[in-house]
């Protein structure tokens, strides 16, 4: 089983990912949706990482990340780093 980290664009919602959920949990991986916290103007990179990691916690996944309006997502950073590896299309 394979854990996938969903990470949305910068409108911040997981709800971006549920019909490509569906299909990877129908195939019996696990998801991680991110939900970030783009209805603060305060927010920035540290905390939008911040939100990936929380959703991660301590597991292994591969994240995939949206665009945000083009500008390419850096890998989730924080105090608690989890180990991630980038999907390799």
């Given at each position: ?19 490509l959920t ?68």
């Amino acid at each position: 089983m394979t854990t996938y980290a969903l990470i949305p664009g910068t409108g911040g919602d997981e709800w971006e990912w549920h019909l490509l959920t569906r299909e990877i949990e129908a195939r019996r991986h696990e998801v991680l949706p991110a939900k970030l916290p783009a209805g603060d103007d305060r927010a920035g990179w540290s905390e939008y990482a911040d939100a990936v990691a929380e959703a991660i916690g301590d597991r292994r996944a591969s994240h995939s990340p949206h665009t945000g309006r083009g500008a390419p997502r850096p890998g989730p950073r924080s105090s608690h780093r989890p180990r991630c590896r980038r999907s390799r299309r």
